[in-house]
């Protein structure tokens, strides 16, 4: 399988999660050490601010959207399925979607408001990071699913630096256009890791019975 069966994964899951949960935690008692991290990281990041530098990061936060990330992992899919690869279509959607509503529950149960006076065009809550959960996600799908079909080294790690990059630069333009707090992002690439090891735990149980039992992806590899 794509995804074998790794006894670590449990260690990381729980990590990850006791992670997730530390962070929002502290976000849902307005820590003053996060207020201090936080202004210390928005300090740093909007330090230079520039029209080439807003025309770059709103083009970035444009292209992170959960709405474009959702046509992403369709293209993703539909590549996959032609190749034979159908139940790790199915799974990325999956992934991809169940992220995203588990971060909209997650929105709606702390309920932070975004910092004032933001740039981006952005209406709800705060925590976490809608874009950096689904950036992250989109990017854990590419990892582990796609990077293992591609034989060439060089171009696996090409995608890895494009990849690490762009995470990076989605999360500075949210805190640059002042959009989320850096824990905002922080917290969102926790959860992002916690549901990608759950993501993948259901793979390892899950897809050999739906190769076995679901007539449409029967001939997939898996």
Known sequence: MII????????????????????T???????GYLQFLDSAIIGSVQKDQSGWLNGLYTFITNLASPKIGIIWVLI?????WGTKYKVPAIWAICTLIGG???GYI??????R??????????????FPSGHVLNTFLLIGIIWVIVLPIIKSRKKVLIIQIC????????????????????TDAIGAVCFGYTWLQVGQLLYVYFAPIIKNNVKLVNHSYI
Do not use: C, E
């Open 163 to 182: 990849t690490i990059i762009f995470m990076i630069l989605v999360m500075l333009s949210r805190i640059y256009l002042n959009a989320h707090y850096p």
């Open 106 to 111: 997650i929105k709606h149960l702390v309920q």
């Open 76 to 80: 993703m899919a539909f590549f996959l």
């Open 113 to 126: 408001p975004r910092p004032i006076f933001h740039l981006a065009h952005d209406t709800g809550f705060s």
């Open 4 to 23: 074998d069966k790794d006894l670590t994964r449990y260690v990381k899951l729980v990590l990850a999660a006791i992670l997730s949960g530390a962070v």
């Open 100 to 102: 995203d509503a588990v």
């Open 25 to 31: 935690i502290f976000v849902v008692i307005n820590s």
